[in-house]
T-cell receptor
Framework: DAKTTQPNSMESNEEEPVHLPCNHS???????IHWYRQLPSQGPEYVIH???SNVNNRMASLAIAEDRKSSTLILHRATLRDAAVYYC?????????????FGQGTTLQVKP | NAGVMQNPRHLVRRRGQEARLRCSPM?????VYWYRQLPEEGLKFMVY????????ESGMPKERFSAEFPKEGPSILRIQQVVRGDSAAYFC?????????????FGNGTRLTVT
């Protein structure tokens, strides 16, 4: 079973910021927090990942709570192309062979 | 810099036929994972392979499904005697050695339709 909880769906207006929450209250010390997104008819696409500190890259930012039991993916300016299913996943290599356990994710709709 | 390549992109098989799905990892990647996505559902892990070894097949159905990743060539997911319930999108991803702290790179999948 997925170890994360996300809202089923969210809406955003184009060019506005989007905050996608994820709860992972049973996270262990060796779990990395990964985010992927899946556009229609495509494979999942890596977005960002982190362990303890907040992370930024060209696609998004990842804010990780101090106790690591929740995190938030931040899209700074949503575009229509960002409409996708966003998955928050905990990835632990040594005890889990590194496989990803997907939940249902959050379906993000972006309105023009 | 070629990404993960999967072929064919679409595959149609009649019930009882065999399906072979191929996954070529990114250059330098020796780990491959296969996932299945049934219609309107999330991705489910199937199998994890390193070159010439199956490391974790806990998500593979017990019958008709097999996977290999030979020393040379792509990883192959083989489904024998397909049934309609096998209709799904099959994705693979690859990663380099010792990469639990690295992104995974997915292919665009093979969409299998069983008629």
């Amino acid at each position: 079973d997925a170890k994360t909880t996300q809202p089923n769906s969210m809406e955003s207006n184009e060019e506005e910021p989007v905050h996608l929450p994820c709860n992972h209250s049973t996270i262990s010390g060796t779990d990395y927090i990964h985010w992927y997104r899946q556009l229609p008819s495509q494979g999942p696409e890596y977005v960002i990942h982190g362990l303890t500190s907040n992370v930024n890259n060209r696609m998004a930012s990842l804010a990780i709570a101090e106790d690591r039991k929740s995190s938030t993916l931040i899209l700074h300016r949503a575009t229509l192309r960002d409409a996708a299913v966003y998955y928050c996943i905990l990835r632990d290599g040594p005890s889990n062979t590194g496989k990803l356990i997907f939940g249902q994710g959050t379906t993000l709709q972006v309105k023009p | 810099n070629a990404g993960v390549m999967q072929n064919p992109r679409h595959l149609v098989r009649r019930r009882g036929q065999e399906a072979r799905l191929r996954c070529s990892p990114m250059k330098g990647h020796s780990h491959v994972y296969w996932y299945r996505q049934l219609p309107e559902e999330g991705l489910k892990f199937m199998v994890y392979l390193q070159k010439e070894n199956i490391i974790d097949e806990s998500g593979m159905p017990k019958e008709r499904f097999s996977a290999e990743f030979p020393k040379e060539g792509p990883s192959i997911l083989r489904i024998q005697q397909v049934v309609r319930g096998d209709s799904a999108a099959y994705f693979c991803d690859s990663s380099p050695l010792s990469s639990y702290n690295s992104p995974l790179h997915f292919g665009n999948g093979t969409r299998l339709t069983v008629t």
